[in-house]
């Protein structure tokens, strides 16, 4: 099963909100930030240095294993945003989701497409948030939901909950 990787950058960042105690699923943060990343179209290689972040899970964790099908849709809605095909053509649809998913789940290639929408979702909060990081979950929430939902207010990728 391949790699779900986050920056040692992102990890200090969300430890700093949520506290020692708080991080113990390290999915939470890879989350809000895949959801921005998505949101924002931006994908960024998972690397600090030139070398790849590390591996902190190899299989979606609970609760999240639940929400595979949609954090995949949502990848594939920006993976098919991005492309320049007609997304009425089944053949290059297929070929695009044949490659970031299987039977089975995600392909290798699938994961590392969400481990940069994460990265470049991290990228894009550090960018909004633009030296005025939040000190708590208190802080960092209300205007974490702003701006997703202003990326998906003017990006095409209108997501509703």
Not at 123 to 149: A, N, V
């Amino acid at each position: 099963m391949p790699d779900f990787r986050i920056r040692s950058d992102c990890r200090r960042w969300f430890q700093r909100i949520l506290g020692k105690s708080d991080l113990k699923l390290l999915f939470d943060p890879y989350y809000l930030c895949f959801l921005i990343g998505v949101a924002s179209g931006k994908r960024t290689r998972p690397t600090e240095g030139g070398i790849d972040a590390p591996a902190f899970v190899d299989t979606f964790p609970r609760p999240y294993d639940q929400q595979q099908r949609l954090l995949l849709g949502l990848m594939l809605a920006a993976e098919l945003r991005g492309v320049d095909i007609d997304v009425t053509d089944r053949a290059s649809v297929n070929e695009i989701v044949n490659d970031l998913a299987g039977v089975g789940g995600l392909t290798t290639a699938g994961v590392n497409v969400m481990n940069e929408y994460a990265s470049g979702g991290f990228d894009e909060l550090i960018t909004r948030y633009e030296g005025q990081e939040p000190w708590s979950l208190d802080e960092f929430m209300p205007r974490y939901l702003r701006i997703l939902d202003d990326l998906m207010t003017q990006g095409e990728l209108a997501l509703r909950w």
